[in-house]
């Protein structure tokens, strides 16, 4: 009221001062009071444009709230980020129903402008419910449970920060394919497949510890079988020269490696083969008499018979045996320790018309000719010598008296 009545006033004394003619001039000098009242309306249009502008920052400011809402779906974000434990209880969707709630208040915790502009407020609240059940429809898809309330009271108590870390709708794609990658890799860290190749790896090196050097031994062998009839023979001799590095006493291995020997012409080699097994034990009949006919061969007699005595212990009732030590007893002239081994061979095999002849030789080597001219004379009963050999005992009984 009293800047109307200044204003009254100074009314009044221009008119004062235009009714008398020399006081133009200072009516002219009166114009600075109304350039006094010209900062008032300036001032009253700053206030009137305070108020309009603080009206839109106000208004900005309420949309800006609206669109918190619109990214209210942050917590229903959490729905996919807990994807990778959706495995076990699946119900991640409603979890972030409840959750969505409290964001709801955050744009009515903004009454202040409600003065000036109430109606927005409604609005912008209306905008922020649709946008949060829109998300929540989205996170039910993946969802396969039903119950949502069991769900909302366990996923808060798992995980509450997730939620925080996603703040807009367009980060939730992003989300989705992570969650949907972690599912993937969670379900392939647990594949039945790797515990069985680890059941099957567990098995194989149980074979492998229950493989002994005997049983490598005898795969070896089959194996050096397989490449002489294919006639290979020097592979096979290699594996064998193997099959006996993982067990020296395998007896069927060092036989057929001292056959092969002999055949290639290498008696020294075949020859050492069987002397180191016997060097161990003696008491091998069937190694004995196969290195004693290779010594008959090469012409050592006496070694031949040193091998045959060492294992005579092991070959008591081995007729072959014995019949081969006293054929190299008598080509050592050693005719009575030979006539006592043929008649322990011919007590176990009658038929033998060799050794009946073998018989006769050194009993008519040691004078004995009765003896001798039966032992002949049954020797050519048994009808087993050869046309030669029957000839040679017709010939010894023509000579005996």
Request: no cysteine.
């Amino acid at each position: 009221m009293s800047l109307i009545n200044k204003m009254l006033q100074d009314l009044e004394s221009r008119r004062a001062t235009l009714s008398g003619d020399a006081g133009t001039q200072h009516e002219i000098r009166s114009l600075p009071p109304q350039r006094d009242a010209l900062p008032w309306a300036k001032i009253f249009l700053v206030a009137v444009l305070v108020l309009v502008a603080g009206a839109a920052i106000w208004f900005f400011a309420g949309s800006q709230t609206q669109s918190v809402p619109a990214s209210a779906p942050v917590p229903i974000t959490a729905g996919p980020v807990a994807a990778p434990i959706a495995q076990a209880p699946i119900v991640q969707a409603p979890a972030t129903a409840p959750e969505a709630q409290p964001p709801a208040p955050a744009p009515a915790a903004a009454p202040q402008p409600a003065e000036g502009a109430s109606t927005p407020p409604p609005a912008i609240a209306t905008p922020s419910q649709p946008a949060l059940v829109v998300p929540v429809a989205e996170e039910k898809k993946p969802a396969v449970l039903p119950p949502p309330a069991t769900a909302a009271k366990t996923r808060p108590a798992q995980e509450p920060a997730p939620p925080v870390r996603k703040e807009t709708p367009s980060s939730r794609k992003p989300t989705e394919d992570r969650s949907g990658l972690k599912v993937a890799t969670t379900l392939g860290k647990v594949p039945p497949a790797e515990s069985q190749g680890a059941d099957d790896g567990s098995r194989i090196e149980k074979k492998v510890r229950m493989s002994t050097p005997r049983e490598r031994a005898e795969n070896e062998y089959r194996r050096a079988l397989g490449l002489v009839n294919q006639g290979r023979i020097q592979e096979g001799i290699a594996v064998l020269r193997g099959a006996l590095s993982e067990d020296a006493s395998h007896a069927g291995v060092r036989l057929a490696l001292f056959s092969l020997l002999v055949e290639q012409q290498r008696f020294e080699d075949a020859q050492a083969i069987l002397e180191e097994t016997l060097a161990r034990d003696p008491a091998q009949p069937q190694m004995a008499s196969r290195l004693a006919r290779l010594k008959l061969t090469r012409g050592d007699a006496r070694g031949a018979e040193d091998t045959l005595s060492r294992a005579a212990g092991a070959a008591v009732d081995n007729p072959e045996y014995r019949a081969l030590h006293a054929a190299v007893l008598q080509r050592l002239t050693f005719h009575k320790k030979a006539v006592a081994e043929y008649q322990a061979a011919l007590r176990l095999v009658p038929q033998a018309g060799v050794w009946w002849m073998g018989l006769g030789i050194s009993l008519e080597a040691d004078a004995k000719l009765p003896e001798a001219r039966d032992a002949f004379q049954r020797a050519r009963a048994t009808g087993a010598l050869t046309p030669e050999l029957t000839e040679f005992v017709e010939q010894r009984l023509k000579r005996l008296p």
